[in-house]
């Protein structure tokens, strides 16, 4: 893994939220009640994690974002800041509160329900508004927690100037063939690949998007096709990867990181691996992120 002296720059499109997490003994079924052992909250948003993400690892990083003017936007607007992220793209709006996600976790297994709130009232227009930092960038990064007519928007626009785009497929929905065929990388879960992609199996589609389409699930285990062969990669130490939230997006972190560093697709499906597996050491989709100097020590 070769880390350059220049500091890659990344525009991340997506959601923000806080996310409340309840850890219980066991998921509850249908019309069943169970007891939260514990219950904490923690800043999240697809879009977010991987801004904080790879800001952590050296990238000067634009957030374009929507959130409520309300207490929880201000604690992410607070938090960015601090996580060096640029916010300067971040539309503060009073139509609706700030994105959250009530997640209910038991033995590194979650439910989740997210209530996208403002998230959803990020537009075009606001994309576009950032327009001279396109040209400027390195990469740019969306998922599919906003709207779709975003995600095609800002594909096009990143297209336009010759950039780099990586999607992260989650939560899953249908993707455009025009999208899938413009971006660099797609990163979908493993058990969510047919939404995505339609009903191809999953052999069919490594085969067709060679070196573009990565697939993983949740043992932290990732799978591509390198135009000459299925390619597998599982880094998960001990079976320690015991908070599952946000390992995605930690993945698609050190992947954009690793390839603006030119380093070959191998590797860098190794260290977003290496990324993913040190978030999932600690619960929140954002507090065991890796600073790029955790590499070094």
Known sequence: MNFSSEQPKIIVVGSSSIDLVLETEKLPV?????????????FGGKGANQAVGTARLGASVYFIGC????????????????????VGFVVETDLESTGTAYVTTSDGNAA???IP????????????????YFHTSDLVLVQLEVSMAVVDYTVRKAKKYGKKVGLYASPAARVSEEILENVDFVIVKSSELYIV??????????????NKVFVRDDTNSTIYFNGTEMKY??????????????MGDAFTSGFAIALCHKNSIEDCVKFGNEVSLRVSMKQGSQTGLPRIEDFFS
């Open 67 to 86: 959130v409520g003017m309300d207490p929880l936007g201000q604690q992410i607007m607070r938090n960015l800041v601090s996580e060096n992220v640029n």
């Open 197 to 210: 992609f339609g009903e191809e199996q999953r052999e069919e589609v490594l085969r067709k998007y060679f």
């Open 117 to 132: 709130a403002a998230n959803k009232l990020l537009g075009i227009q606001h994309v576009e508004d950032a327009d001279r």
């Open 233 to 246: 990669f599982r880094n998960d130490r001990d079976n320690k990867t015991v908070h599952k939230m946000g």
């Open 30 to 42: 249908s019309n069943e009640t169970v007891m939260a052992v514990n219950s904490d909250s923690y």
């Open 112 to 114: 989740i329900v997210v």
